[in-house]
DNA sequence: AATATTTTGGAACATTCATTCTATTATTCT
DNA sequence: AGAATAATAGAATGAATGTTCCAAAATATT
């Protein structure tokens, strides 16, 4: 008796993730979004409740996404070729001057909105856990020194995103993105 | 003939600058900026300009008060320990969960407005020269590896701001984020 | 074909926003 | 005292905001 969806859900949110990511929260309108997701104000409220419930799924898509990203790199032999991989592909995908979801997020809103650190510091938590999981395997093989803390480890190598992210925004020189992940590799190494 | 001022402009100027500290600058409205500043808005458009110019010479006040204090650390006899102490000090004197206007301006405008851009690379490029001279005297006085390059880890050590607020932010553990620097320092001294 | 539901376009609403303006009061200098 | 400017209060403006609503068009099922 009844009509069916004409759009998927999901390829429309992450248009909509896609426009929050690039102009943040606050400076992203119903209608800019509207326009970005091609769909009617109606169709967005139906489908994801207000702004701030479309955001909340967005964060929810984008954290899902990356953590399916750490966890294919986790498949590599060598726990530290892992971590290798997963610091070197976040500069290698880079989009120009898109930094990352979650970082923006953190710093435009996470300090003044519960809900949404909540959410933030869920995916910090889980990428600390993959990470510290491979610190400890690669302890385990001698690839990294016995006396590091790999806890520590695992959260400076986390919040070294924000470093790159940071630099990415303020130069776009992929040559110095490069020369930081070389450093901050190094430093887990020695 | 005329009447004075009757409030200090310089004063007033880092009111509006801690209230867009704490807000970010979208989420911060004229009505908050007067009621912050206890000022009419005539007075702030009058001085000041607009809400964007209001908020560059906030972000310039910012900017030059934070030079000063790596200034300052910079007159210590070893220049490892001036490093240090700009690190130490910036976790020591952080400000439950305001992390860094520059760091937090960065990520919310930089990418979108090249104006602001402007502002925060200029900034960025003067903290990393400081932190390079402090690196390559250190490295001089062979109190760091001379197979390092002080370009990189200048520029790896502003970054790293970044990353210490980000923790700041999401969990607001001082202990956490004092391993984290203890990592930094010790990274560049291996 | 008839019915049910989705989608769409766009009007409508109330709110907030940045900004400008006017009128009034206060203060300083000559 | 009087002229000149500063500060204040608050109204006024116009644009943009998020959100709700309605009516028409489209499409699926019975």
Redesign the pocket.
Known sequence: ???????DPEEKLEKARDLFWEKGY?A??????CEEM??????I???YG???A?FQQCLQNYAKEKLFDYKQCCEKVSPLSAIDSIIRRAVHNRKEGKSCLMVKTSFELASMDEGIRHIVQEQARQSISVLQELLEKAQKMNEIPAEKDPATLAQFLYASFSSIWLMDVLFGDKAMLDSMADHILYSIRH
């Open positions: 008796m009844a009509r069916n969806k004409a759009f606050n992203t309108s119903m209608q800019d979004l091609k769909l009617n104000r109606a169709s409220y139906d489908t207000d702004k701030y479309l």
